[in-house]
């Protein structure tokens, strides 16, 4: 019988006239049959028992998945009736919805996961014993660190910043400079907290904001300098013209009404007006460089070639001095992606510049390298022994107009600068007074 009603009472009618049964054996002294048929309905409450048992074995199914959060199993109380059967449907519903609740809650999980590993911005997530739990793709990079246990493991990397971060107020932005390998590392930082798991958490976000600096400093200084470049060129164009034909005139004019020497006198310093409009003229035009970048060709270009042709440029500059140059690239087929040309006159600037440096030098020595870093970018480098750059003037070499020469210009390095900027890359220096110069490209 499938119906539980059915079987509940056939089984109660069972049990009943059994123990009927056993009343009236007991009232005639049959005790063998008596005592046979006790055995009978001990047997048919057992069974009872253990039919009941059947629903609470699939409640406790139910139950146990809801506890366990395991929704794989369905209770199927179909075969006990109406009542059971919808009993049954409503059950598997509510784990239908707790599957799909599941579900959803997974999927969730994986977008933000992924979210949070493909943001440009580092995210770091620590307890109050500095325990990191997140650390995303672009902390790794930021911080060029692969693995990170403990927040406190930064201050062996960057001077006290895992102590920074930690203490860190909360809801506020702060800064922090980092220096890896002579690099500047500028860092916009925003830390808040939470509850999880009865634990206070500290979020940290970190952005890497120097790219930003530098761009927006060039920036700044490109639109100074055509702002005065044009100022200066409005006012000079019609003063060199007014000098050149009253130069003109007077000497041209039969009739000189004044004495010689005065005549004189008005053409030497017309003369010297024209020549000075005309220099500053050409000075003005050489600052206009900075502010006239043109945008990179990019194309594949072999190191190699590049520093062949660097060499034939550089040997004709260091004939006769007692400077030698030497070349080192690794792998040997290394290639970038540049506007060859551009890259061409950086290298060569930054050569010009160690030259200028290996002045006093007895037997200077410049080296150029290529290699791929640790993250897969190549990296440029320009290597003199000369006296070396002070920390005073480091910060500012790259400063438009900035030169510690006493011909120089000031732009070369900020060409220079701007050059690498246009290609996505960083340039700076490493240096200290008699050790020496290196000058690093990232690209």
Excluded at 265 to 286: M, P
């Amino acid at each position: 019988m499938e119906n539980f009603r059915v079987q509940i009472a056939v089984r109660t009618i069972l049990l009943t006239l059994n123990i009927f049964l056993v009343a009236y054996f007991c009232f005639i002294s049959a005790v063998t049959l008596a005592v046979f048929l006790c055995s009978g309905v001990v047997a048919q409450v057992f069974m009872i028992i253990k039919f009941l048992d059947t629903t609470n074995v699939e409640l406790s199914k139910f139950l146990q998945g809801i506890n366990y959060s395991d929704f794989s199993q369905n209770v199927n109380l179909n075969n006990m009736g109406k009542s059971f059967a919808a009993l049954s449907n409503e059950i598997n519903n509510v784990l239908n919805h707790f599957k799909n609740a599941r579900f959803e809650r997974e999927e969730s999980l994986k977008y933000l996961q992924t979210v949070v590993e493909h943001v440009g911005i580092g995210l770091i997530s620590f307890n109050a014993k500095g325990d990191v739990e997140l650390f995303n793709k672009a902390a790794k990079k930021i911080l060029r660190t692969a693995h990170l246990k403990n927040i406190f493991l930064l201050d062996k990397f960057y001077n006290d910043f895992g102590s920074f971060l930690f203490q860190l107020q909360t809801d506020k932005r702060s800064t922090f400079k980092l220096l890896d390998n002579g690099e500047v590392i500028q860092l916009m930082i925003y830390g808040t907290e939470f509850r999880k798991k009865d634990q206070n958490m500290k979020l940290i976000s970190l952005y890497n904001i120097q790219p930003e600096l530098e761009e927006k400093e060039i920036e700044a200084w490109q639109k100074l300098i055509r702002v005065l470049t044009h100022e200066i060129m409005n006012s000079i164009a019609p003063i060199s013209s007014l000098a050149a034909t009253a130069s003109g005139i007077i000497k041209n004019s039969p009739e000189r009404t004044l004495s010689g020497e005065t005549i004189g006198d008005v053409e030497e310093a017309l003369d010297t007006i024209q020549r000075r409009s005309e220099g500053l003229t050409s000075f003005v035009n050489k600052f206009r460089d900075i502010s006239k970048i043109p945008k990179p060709n990019f194309q594949a270009v072999k190191v190699n070639e590049l520093f062949y042709r660097i060499r034939l440029l550089a040997e004709q500059i260091i004939a006769g001095k007692k400077i030698s140059l030497s070349f080192s690239i690794v792998p040997e087929n290394l290639e970038i992606i540049a506007d060859p040309g551009l890259i061409e006159q950086v290298l060569i600037n930054l050569i010009s510049n160690s030259i200028h440096a290996l002045a006093e030098t007895s037997a200077g020595i410049i080296k150029l390298s290529a290699e791929i870093n640790d993250r897969g970018r190549a990296v440029l480098k320009v290597n003199d022994n000369g006296p070396g750059i002070s920390d005073e003037i480091i910060d500012r070499i790259f400063v438009p107009f900035f030169s510690t020469k006493k011909d120089g210009s000031g732009i070369g390095l900020s060409i220079s600068q701007s050059i690498i900027r246009a290609h996505n890359g960083n340039i700076w220096a490493q240096s200290s007074p008699e050790s020496g110069t290196t000058f690093v490209i990232r690209l």
